[in-house]
């Protein structure tokens, strides 16, 4: 959001970036806090007998 550093408030420059002015707050206060892929099964592999 270079936009909130160059002294616009937080709403316009969250609609200059595309994002709503919630998700702006969320990331200025927290970083860019994006998801990450886990690397454990959430379910069990049907295919294991047959691979």
Same mark, same amino acid.
């Given at each position: 959001?270079?936009? +909130?550093?160059?002294?616009?408030?937080?709403?316009? /420059?969250?609609?200059?970036?595309?994002?709503?002015? &919630?998700?702006? +707050?969320?990331?200025?206060?927290?970083?860019?806090? /994006?998801?990450?892929?886990?690397?454990?099964?959430? &379910?069990?592999?049907?295919?294991?007998?047959?691979?």
């Amino acid at each position: 959001m270079k936009n +909130r550093q160059t002294g616009l408030n937080q709403e316009v /420059s969250s609609a200059k970036s595309g994002i709503s002015p &919630r998700s702006g +707050r969320r990331i200025e206060q927290y970083g860019n806090t /994006s998801k990450k892929p886990h690397d454990w099964r959430t &379910r069990e592999d049907p295919f294991t007998e047959v691979w």
